[in-house]
């Protein structure tokens, strides 16, 4: 079956693919595209932004979303910005520089093709946002302003405040409501896909509950594109919203899209560090604050236990006492490096003993410098809505004394495989945003997450699913009476019934932080082989006990919100055990996956480029079965492969 | 720290709804309140695995609550805790309410946003679809992805830009409506027209905008607004009622147009 893994990248110069690829695939004329049925799954940017465009386009497109408005999708929480290669700032700033940053970003385990493509619709995305009517910040000349990322030295990122998600999800959905006010978009908010429904090898449709009545529901289309973000939330800690999960994708694993690079998860250097056991989600500190915040620890350890028993403040320390390590160890971009990088650079620290706050892990992020060289107005202008929002769940002043943070699950990169036209393997069904796996490799850039899901849903998705519609023309409505949305429906209900006949003991918050646990100790920030076939063995007795011992309060035919949890850590014990499987098969370190037994001596990432340059895409064989790997050669014909080097 | 909590219980959008008092013990003043409400659901949903204390007492199941983002910025929790959306404090979300905020041994009474416009759909959830009709009426510039100019095409003067930001950063959550003794929507609206008509883009439909914003929220049941200034003094994200002064200035400058 590998022939399956085509990835359709089509020919010519890399910086004319795209191009190409656009005048050799068909459209649809206006009067068919009224004809045909699109469904998308999920609000977020990219569910928001496909769904605008494809209404736009005069497709008749049905959107789905959990929550009860398309305007909480999790995309909303995103703060710091999106990337574009504008080169407004004259740094000397180029489509093909953003594209070689985010493909030695992701540690050469991206598509050169698709990472290229990214870079080069980002310019059009902060034209539209900008007619849109979203509100980006200015310099006093009226012209847009710009700041810094991580792993990038030109300042390229377009923002709104530490609001930028926000104000990109209101501009995608306010053009969503703008078609559906033409009629052209409907929306069915608090609506959870249960499954996807294939017939003769093509997605046609889902099968949805209703979450305000349980309804269960069938809707057909001629496509299905799938937009429902990551899988974070199987660490149950995570910066992810809570409802966030990834069952839908899921569901498209278990019949037969392939899923890629699931060890592939981000973590992100600057959280709000745990405060105890009854915490149930991280909150993030965006990392435009590393723009102006200096990362460090004591560089003594009498000074660490004397913080923790809190006889001194951190502003008291010394300068000549302080370890700014990566500035330390990273000179050429200091506190501006990759998320993987200075997440275990914190977590080398904190093993060490130098960790602060009372659990030892945390360490600092401090504006005394900034604010002195810039005064604390500067600061406020740029930050003000996030150091608020510190000050409100930790009670200290982050303007008097530094921040203390801890690396947190926040994203993941991998996801469904999908060919350059963002198609999976199954026929008709497109993944767009964080719910595929192309654009980000091994680690995501800041600032980049909202750039793919928009790239995708606005200038990518809505030309290369008209090609395949245009196959599809004389294709009528699909007859949701089908056997196979019968079956879809009875294996949905069967599975709804399961759960709530259990009765066991365990509540489902209670598994789910086992489970987390369980993936943060074995398949977090480090892992190694006896680990990984450990935990692969206690995710399965976890899971036995799950479907022995849970307990899921209510019944169907109502708002349960026990039951939406229970169905989605069901799938979150196979979604962890498949990372936990490609974690074990991927003997390299590269990006934010962490083998301790490849390493350099100064504890840096080793990748093995001659065995593992490849993306890992696994297939579901059925129940109690191994999935099977299929690879993707990655090939890289522009860029030369090298050590990622933040050092010089 | 120990609370009593009364919190409001009902079965559905018909069923009559009452008061239930619950007791949750040794909370860390740390924990936030929906951690706490976790916490009550917990507790609840192990009275429930016990049949014979579910014969003794009304069962009820755990509380239902809206809440996703827990970082005050999508909007979805929506509770109205000792007579304040979103508690006590100024300028927070109840997921960035902290029990540290709160007396040790209060009672606590927690009730859904009451408004005609937001029908009960469970317990503490409401249905606040009339937002997004609202929004669908004309919170929107309408243009189609290929045809914009460059982003720096037009420029927008940095004060006009912030003030513009300062109405977006409205998270639809709907406590101005739950503040608002005749349950008025205007500060939410006011929210999105002024944003979108302190911007150049936004200037070409601001009449239609104002006309039809205003129009489908009163077709769907809001109030009149009478200038209280509730909805400014309990919006977690402080919008100004001075944004409610530039509707009613774009909206009767449309209707003479007409």
């Given at each position: 079956m590998a022939d399956k893994l085509i990835s359709h990248i089509p020919d010519g110069p890399l910086a004319e693919k795209w191009t190409k690829h656009k005048a050799d695939i068909r459209v649809v004329s206006p009067n068919n595209k009224r004809k045909l049925d699109i469904i998308v799954v999920g609000t977020g940017l990219g569910g928001a932004s496909a769904a605008a465009s494809l209404g736009a386009l005069g497709y008749n497109v049905k959107v789905f979303c959990i929550s009860d408005s398309p305007r909480r999708a999790h995309s909303i929480a995103a703060q710091g910005g999106i990337n574009a290669a504008k080169n407004y700032q004259n740094d000397n700033d180029s489509v093909y520089r953003l594209f070689y940053d985010t493909i030695k970003g992701g540690d050469y385990r991206s598509r050169e093709a698709n990472v290229y493509r990214l870079a080069e619709v980002s310019n059009k995305i902060i034209d539209l946002c900008v007619a849109q009517g979203i509100p980006f910040a200015r310099e006093y000349g009226g012209l847009l302003a710009n700041r810094s990322f991580g792993g990038v030295q030109v300042s390229r990122t377009f923002y709104a405040r530490g609001q930028t998600g926000q104000q990109l999800l209101l501009g995608a959905y306010a053009e969503m409501n703008k078609e559906i006010a033409r009629g052209t978009v409907k929306s069915y908010p608090r609506h959870e896909m249960l499954d996807l429904v294939i017939i003769n090898g093509e997605a046609k449709g889902i099968?949805?509950?209703?979450?305000?009545?349980?309804?269960?529901?069938?809707?057909?289309?001629?496509?299905?594109?799938?937009?429902?973000?990551?899988?974070?939330?199987?660490?149950?800690?995570?910066?992810?919203?809570?409802?966030?999960?990834?069952?839908?994708?899921?569901?498209?694993?278990?019949?037969?899209?392939?899923?890629?690079?699931?060890?592939?998860?981000?973590?992100?250097?600057?959280?709000?560090?745990?405060?105890?056991?009854?915490?149930?989600?991280?909150?993030?500190?965006?990392?435009?604050?590393?723009?102006?915040?200096?990362?460090?620890?004591?560089?003594?350890?009498?000074?660490?236990?004397?913080l923790r028993?809190?006889?001194?403040?951190?502003?008291?320390?010394?300068?000549?006492?302080?370890?700014?390590?990566?500035?330390?160890?990273?000179?050429?971009f200091g506190n501006l490096v990759p998320r993987d990088v200075a997440s275990r650079a914190a977590k080398e620290r904190c093993d060490a003993g130098y960790g602060v706050n009372e659990t030892g892990l945390a360490v600092f992020l401090d504006f005394k410098t900034a604010i002195e060289r810039l005064g604390k107005d500067v600061i406020t202008d740029r930050y003000g809505n996030?150091?608020?929002?510190?000050?409100?769940?930790?009670?200290?002043?982050?303007?008097?004394?530094?921040?203390?943070?801890?690396?947190?699950?926040?994203?993941?990169?991998?996801?469904?495989?999908?060919?350059?036209?963002?198609?999976?393997?199954?026929?008709?069904?497109?993944?767009?945003?964080?719910?595929?796996?192309?654009?980000?490799?091994?680690?995501?850039?800041?600032?980049?997450?909202?750039?793919?899901?928009?790239?995708?849903?606005?200038?990518?998705?809505?030309?290369?699913?008209?090609?395949?519609?245009?196959?599809?023309?004389?294709?009528?409505?699909?007859?949701?009476?089908?056997?196979?949305?019968?079956?879809?429906?009875?294996?949905?209900?069967?599975?709804?019934?399961?759960?709530?006949?259990?009765?066991?003991?365990?509540?489902?918050?209670?598994?789910?932080?086992?489970?987390?646990?369980?993936?943060?100790?074995?398949?977090?920030?480090?892992?190694?082989?006896?680990?990984?076939?450990?935990?692969?063995?206690?995710?399965?007795?976890?899971?036995?006990?799950?479907?022995?011992?849970?307990?899921?309060?209510?019944?169907?035919?109502?708002?349960?919100?026990?039951?939406?949890?229970?169905?989605?850590?069901?799938?979150?014990?196979?979604?962890?055990?498949?990372?936990?499987?490609?974690?074990?098969?991927?003997?390299?370190?590269?990006?934010?996956?962490?083998?301790?037994?490849?390493?350099?001596?100064?504890?840096?990432?080793?990748?093995?480029?001659?065995?593992?340059?490849?993306?890992?895409?696994?297939?579901?064989?059925?129940?109690?079965?191994?999935?099977?790997?299929?690879?993707?050669?990655?090939?890289?014909?522009?860029?030369?492969?090298?050590?990622?080097?933040?050092?010089? | 720290m120990n609370f009593t909590l009364k919190v409001w219980r009902q079965k559905n959008a018909k069923e009559k709804g009452r008061f239930e008092t619950y007791h949750v013990k040794d909370i860390a003043e740390d924990t936030s309140f929906l951690e706490m409400m976790d916490i009550l659901n917990e507790q609840l949903i192990h009275e429930d695995m016990d049949p014979v204390a579910v014969n003794k007492g009304c069962h009820s199941g755990p509380v239902s609550f809206d809440h996703d983002c827990r970082e005050g910025i999508c909007g979805a929790c929506s509770l109205y805790i000792n007579g304040h959306p979103h508690g006590p404090g100024a300028l927070v979300t109840t997921c960035q309410l902290f029990m540290r905020n709160f007396k040790d041994g209060e009672t606590i009474t927690v009730e859904p946003w009451r408004s005609a416009a937001f029908p009960v759909v469970k317990d503490l959830v409401v249905n606040r679809n009339a937002f997004d009709q609202i929004l669908q009426a004309g919170g929107f510039i309408s243009i189609n992805p290929g045809a914009v100019p460059d982003a720096n095409a037009i420029p927008v003067p940095k004060e006009k830009a912030d003030k513009s930001m300062d109405?977006?950063?409205?998270?639809?959550?709907?406590?101005?409506?739950?503040?608002?003794?005749?349950?008025?929507?205007?500060?939410?609206?006011?929210?999105?027209?002024?944003?979108?008509?302190?911007?150049?883009?936004?200037?070409?439909?601001?009449?239609?905008?104002?006309?039809?914003?205003?129009?489908?929220?009163?077709?769907?049941?809001?109030?009149?607004?009478?200038?209280?200034?509730?909805?400014?003094?309990?919006?977690?994200?402080?919008?100004?009622?001075?944004?409610?002064?530039?509707?009613?200035r774009e909206f009767l400058s449309a209707k003479f147009k007409d």
């Open positions: 099968i949805t509950r209703n979450i305000e009545t349980g309804e269960i529901e069938r809707f057909g289309a001629h496509a299905v594109v799938l937009a429902t973000g990551g899988y974070g939330n199987v660490y149950f800690l995570s910066t992810n919203a809570m409802n966030s999960n990834g069952s839908a994708a899921w569901q498209c694993y278990k019949k037969g899209a392939y899923f890629a690079n699931p060890c592939f998860a981000q973590i992100h250097p600057t959280c709000i560090p745990v405060h105890g056991k009854q915490q149930c989600k991280l909150t993030l500190m965006s990392e435009s604050l590393r723009n102006d915040g200096r990362i460090w620890v004591p560089k003594k350890k009498e000074d660490v236990a004397k028993n809190n006889q001194i403040k951190p502003s008291q320390i010394p300068e000549e006492d302080r370890d700014y390590y990566l500035e330390r160890r990273y000179p050429a996030l150091f608020q929002m510190y000050q409100k769940i930790t009670d200290s002043n982050p303007y008097e004394e530094p921040m203390m943070i801890y690396p947190a699950i926040h994203y993941t990169m991998g996801g469904l495989w999908v060919d350059y036209d963002l198609m999976t393997t199954i026929p008709g069904l497109y993944a767009i945003g964080e719910c595929n796996f192309s654009d980000h490799g091994g680690n995501r850039l800041g600032a980049s997450a909202l750039m793919q899901g928009l790239a995708d849903g606005y200038f990518i998705l809505p030309y290369t699913i008209g090609d395949y519609l245009s196959h599809k023309i004389q294709e009528p409505k699909i007859d949701t009476n089908a056997p196979e949305f019968e079956e879809a429906e009875k294996k949905a209900k069967e599975k709804i019934n399961k759960l709530l006949s259990i009765k066991g003991k365990k509540t489902v918050d209670e598994l789910h932080k086992e489970l987390g646990n369980l993936m943060w100790e074995y398949v977090g920030m480090a892992r190694d082989e006896k680990g990984l076939k450990t935990v692969i063995s206690k995710i399965e007795d976890l899971r036995q006990e799950f479907l022995k011992n849970v307990y899921v309060d209510g019944a169907n035919d109502q708002f349960n919100q026990e039951l939406e949890k229970a169905l989605r850590l069901y799938d979150f014990f196979d979604i962890g055990e498949l990372m936990a499987q490609d974690a074990l098969n991927r003997k390299e370190s590269c990006g934010g996956h962490f083998r301790t037994e490849m390493q350099t001596p100064e504890g840096e990432t080793k990748r093995d480029d001659e065995n593992y340059m490849y993306v890992a895409a696994w297939e579901y064989k059925g129940k109690g079965e191994d999935p099977e790997l299929h690879k993707e050669p990655l090939k890289y014909e522009n860029i030369k492969i090298a050590v990622r080097n933040y050092k010089d | 109405a977006a950063s409205c998270i639809g959550c709907g406590a101005c409506v739950a503040s608002c003794k005749n349950g008025s929507a205007m500060l939410f609206v006011a929210a999105r027209v002024s944003s979108l008509a302190l911007l150049p883009q936004g200037r070409p439909e601001a009449c239609r905008r104002a006309k039809a914003m205003v129009a489908k929220m009163d077709e769907l049941g809001f109030g009149a607004c009478t200038n209280t200034q509730a909805c400014e003094a309990e919006c977690p994200k402080g919008i100004s009622v001075s944004n409610i002064a530039r509707l009613n």
